[in-house]
């Protein structure tokens, strides 16, 4: 039997080192601040890259065009985000433990043409044609994932047989005629099409948003207080809620300035903020996490490894359709083209654009947010100036190589300050 031993007592002299990310909280901004500076020290950069990247974007397009930042412009790039950042939340999920997903543009245009056939050819009604579409979806990604989790073949290898077979059954329910009109006001074209035009949807949401946000910080500073852990001072909490205000606001005004608050862009930030609880507060997401760091430390943690890769690659081939219905509601038709062209490499540029690691356990949905805003508002600048598309592929794969730079450089610099 063994007999508890007491921890020696400290030599004299000698000085107990504490985590700064403990006392943090207790030394109000200013440790915020010597807390920033380390974090930046110590390579987690986080989305700090990505958000001065944006402003800048912004800052060069309105000193070209001052159209740029009008509300129309700003509105539709609102819109565009919607198709390419469900599908990029997506693939968030997939990086997150380390793996790549080559599959979800021909599985967003498998899912555009499988409501196209149910609801147009065959008469269905449009909501369950749009579930079993989105079904689809999440049938196509759990295939994927049985493959790599059960049988072992790699991802990589898995989604690129993906690529081709779906893109091929694509095109085999589409028919000889290849594009499938849909109807301007049905379900699916409205996606995109239908805004809330009273002002107070804008600005009620952008309430909701706010006193969502402030109420459940608090409502986590409180249960930590309650536990004796440090937390953050109300100031900090009514500081950023503040800010917050005024970024919805100000979104909430611009949008009420043009058509209204666009149903496309509530649907992308509600699943960005589901999904986002479901990786910070479920156990799942935590075993995502987990994935993303070790994969054997998680199987001898208990986590079932195999069943956590199929939900992830079953929720990117989920996302991936509903980006796909959300892209075919933009030209109110499924065609041949759906799911080509530059929608895969997009998608996954958002994602590590917006700060996702490649290498796996980092990165949270709200990348996606911000990595498609990037793209979309380069495309649009680069539109509103007239640029040839040769030159829109160059620059996106610029700043998409400035990313994956910035992640490699912030890996190795956490290494070295030993927190990887």
Same mark, same amino acid.
């Given at each position: ?59 060069? =397009? ?5 159209? =740029? ?25 997939? #990086? ?18 499988? =409501? ?117 001072? #109300? ?41 986002? #609880? ?34 992830? =690659? ?107």
């Amino acid at each position: 039997m063994l007999t508890p031993v007491d921890a020696p007592a400290p030599a004299r002299g000698a000085v107990t080192v504490t985590d700064p990310r403990l006392l943090v909280r207790e030394q109000g901004f200013g440790g915020y601040a010597a807390e920033f500076r380390r974090r930046l020290g110590s390579g987690e950069l986080g989305s700090v890259p990505v958000v001065v990247g944006l402003v800048v974007i912004w800052a060069v =397009f309105q000193s070209l065009n001052p159209a =740029f930042l009008s509300a129309e412009n700003l509105s539709n790039i609102s819109v565009d985000i919607a198709g390419t950042g469900l599908i990029a939340v997506g693939v968030v999920f997939v #990086l997150l433990i380390g793996e790549i997903d080559l599959a979800v543009g021909s599985v967003s245009g498998l899912a555009g043409a499988a =409501f196209a056939v149910l609801s147009v050819s065959h008469g269905m009604p449009e909501w369950p044609a749009l579930i079993l579409a989105i079904l689809t979806g999440t049938a196509a990604g759990a295939v994927h994932g049985f493959f790599f989790a059960r049988i072992g073949v790699p991802a990589f290898v898995v989604t690129m047989a993906g690529l081709l077979a779906w893109n091929g059954l694509m095109l085999q329910i589409l028919g000889a005629n290849g594009t499938i009109n849909l109807d301007d006001a049905g379900l699916v074209a409205q996606l995109t099409r239908y805004y809330f035009t009273d002002i107070a949807a804008a600005y009620g949401l952008a309430t909701v948003a706010v006193a969502g946000y402030f109420l459940s910080a608090l409502h986590a500073a409180r249960k930590r207080d309650a536990a004796g852990i440090p937390s953050r001072p #109300l100031s900090e909490l009514a500081l950023r809620a503040g800010v917050l205000a005024v970024l919805c606001y100000s979104a909430a005004y611009l949008l009420n300035q043009y058509k209204g608050l666009p149903l496309a862009l509530v649907i992308f930030v509600g699943v960005v903020v589901v999904t986002d #609880l479901v990786l910070r507060r479920t156990a799942f997401g935590r075993q995502v996490f987990a994935l993303g760091g070790s994969i054997e430390a998680s199987r001898r943690a208990g986590i079932d490894v195999t069943a956590v890769r199929i939900t992830v =690659f079953a929720i990117s081939g989920t996302l991936a359709a509903m980006g796909g219905l959300m892209i075919a509601s933009k030209i109110a038709a499924a065609n041949q083209g759906a799911g080509a062209g530059d929608l895969l490499m997009s998608s996954i540029a958002a994602a590590v654009i917006g700060g996702t690691s490649l290498f796996g356990g980092r990165g949270r949905t709200w990348s996606a947010l911000l990595g498609v805003l990037v793209i979309v508002s380069i495309q649009k600048g680069l539109q509103l100036e007239s640029i040839a598309e040769p030159v829109k592929y160059m620059i996106t794969g610029g700043v998409l190589l400035a990313a994956v730079v910035i992640d490699s450089v912030s890996r190795r610099t956490q290494k070295a300050a030993g927190r990887v």
